[in-house]
């Protein structure tokens, strides 16, 4: 009798404050009270990491959190602020062993070669489990922050329309070139070019470190980076994607892609279409993994973490989207309940 090979179940966590939910905060076992310590998110990843996931990511942003899509909502009765998610995972990092860390970085407003140091850093320190996640910004506001660009007010419904979608493809080419400059300055240095001879007095191969002379649209860069090669030599990049010109850059330039089906059938067409995708960008044989974006309420059984959900949703003041999932285990306190837990596809 011949076996059938069941491919490896890959699961990952995103964690966000207390939980996905706007009202996870004020669950009893919630402590908002410790979210900005160290402390806290030790904890977190310590109990993804007891759980066999394989990667956390952290959520981040350059804007305070908003129920509005493209403008500030004012409301004070959600978790509002957050820590900066590369610093958390370089804190983290020496606690843990085997789990990966992967930091939300916003691409559009902060520069390539920092970023490439900053996530090469993390990995030496992780010793190789570094990753980032990059997102995108058009909120008028967020540029603000920084001055150096303006953008028009944005909605849903805006980037619907062909304009909207013109804008769009510009935001993604920008996040496909900055990928590429990271990756370029990763391997500014070959992986021998730190000699370390006292005897010669010679620290580094200055003949194995090279300019990426990057010259595009949005980005003129020139390198080397200023920090030798990740041990992982290219550290896992990943983006999420809702829509076709997501998914183009999931395709041309990552290693991980989150998507959001909505079904099974939904998923099967997502799935394809970014292989679609990745095929027409040349790239067909290389790996690319592809997880599946769920709101999980855990509990003990499927009642309880229904009336979990009507709990939070009561304090929420409106119905969340998404369904329920009944698993014995983690117990009903557990501080991963309400997580966007991903699943690979």
Not at 55 to 72: A, C, K, M, P, R
Not at 319 to 334: I, M, Q, Y
Request: glycine letters at 6%; one cysteine or more.
């Amino acid at each position: 009798m011949s076996s059938i090979s069941v491919p490896p179940l890959h699961l990952a966590v995103a964690l966000d404050g207390t939980g996905w939910h706007p009202a996870s905060w004020r669950e009893p076992v919630a402590r908002p009270r410790d979210l900005f310590t160290a402390a806290y998110w030790a904890d977190q990843v310590a109990e993804a990491e007891r759980g066999l996931l394989d990667f956390v990511t952290f959520e981040d942003g350059l804007g305070l959190q908003s129920s509005h899509y493209g403008e500030l909502d004012g409301r004070t009765d959600q978790v509002r602020g957050r820590l900066d998610a590369v610093l958390v995972a370089a804190r983290i990092a020496p606690l843990t062993s085997h789990i990966g860390l992967v930091p939300t970085v916003v691409s559009t407003h902060t520069e390539p070669f920092h970023i490439s140091k900053a996530i090469a850093t993390l990995d030496y320190v992780s010793t190789g489990r570094a990753g980032l996640r990059v997102q995108l910004s058009a909120r008028p506001h967020e540029a603000d922050h920084f001055g150096r660009r303006t953008f028009p007010p944005i909605s849903l419904e805006s980037l619907r329309t062909e304009a909207g979608q013109e804008r769009l493809t510009e935001h993604f080419d920008e996040a496909a070139d900055y990928i590429e400059v990271v990756r370029r300055l990763w391997d500014s240095w070959e992986d021998d070019a730190e000699i370390r001879d006292i005897a010669t007095g010679r620290f580094v191969d200055r003949d194995k470190l090279h300019y990426v002379d990057f010259e595009g649209r949005h980005f003129s860069v020139k390198g080397p980076s200023i920090t030798p090669r990740p041990p992982q030599g290219q550290p896992i990049v990943s983006s999420l994607a809702h829509q076709t010109i997501p998914y183009r850059l999931v395709a041309r330039a990552t290693d991980i892609g989150y998507v959001t089906p909505h079904d099974t059938d939904d998923a099967r067409a997502i799935v394809a279409e970014i292989r679609a995708e990745q095929q027409t960008a040349g790239r067909a044989d290389e790996p690319l993994h592809i997880f599946g974006d769920l709101v999980v309420f855990l509990d003990d059984d499927q009642a309880t973490a229904e009336a979990r959900r009507e709990r939070l949703d009561t304090l929420a003041g409106r119905r969340t989207p998404a369904t329920p999932a009944s698993s014995p285990g983690p117990p009903p306190n557990s501080p991963m309940c309400s997580r966007s837990c991903r699943r690979q596809a």
